[in-house]
């Protein structure tokens, strides 16, 4: 059984920056594309990024492109999702996940696994 766990969120001014962690534990993270998810309040949960297996390939929604940054280090089993210039609709519950073939199947969430999610909220 693959675990997820997400970490790192927290309460950040406008403009600020986060950094989240995403530590895969069970099998290597080396298996599996994984992605970002967030949920705002009243929302429906949305995609935010996707990594390949060997992190060479990169998927983001259209709305983080070149605020977001996803990365992983597979030595550590870990993957990441540093934040910048955040905005208050980036407040959220973001979830790590894994699975699928590619960083499409990961954005049409053809997942396997979810994390227990990690809250942003961003004041104005």
């Known amino acids: 059984q693959v675990h997820l766990a997400d970490s790192g969120g927290g309460l950040v001014q406008a403009g600020g920056s986060l950094r989240l962690s995403c530590a895969v534990s069970?099998?290597?993270?080396?298996?599996?594309?994984m992605g970002w998810f967030r949920q705002a309040p009243g929302k429906e949960r949305e995609f935010v990024a996707a990594?390949?297996?060997?992190?060479?390939?990169?998927l983001y929604a259209d709305s983080m492109k070149g605020r977001f940054t996803i990365s992983r280090d597979n030595a550590k089993n870990t993957v990441y999702l540093q934040m910048n210039s955040l905005k208050p609709e980036d407040t959220a519950v973001y979830y790590c996940?894994?699975?699928?073939?590619?960083?499409?199947?990961?954005?049409?969430?053809?997942?396997?696994?979810w994390g227990q999610g990690t809250q942003v909220t961003v004041s104005s």
């Open positions: 069970g099998r290597t993270s080396s298996t599996y594309p």
């Open positions: 996940a894994a699975g699928g073939e590619n960083t499409r199947d990961v954005r049409m969430r053809r997942l396997d696994y």
């Open positions: 990594i390949s297996r060997n992190g060479i390939t990169t």
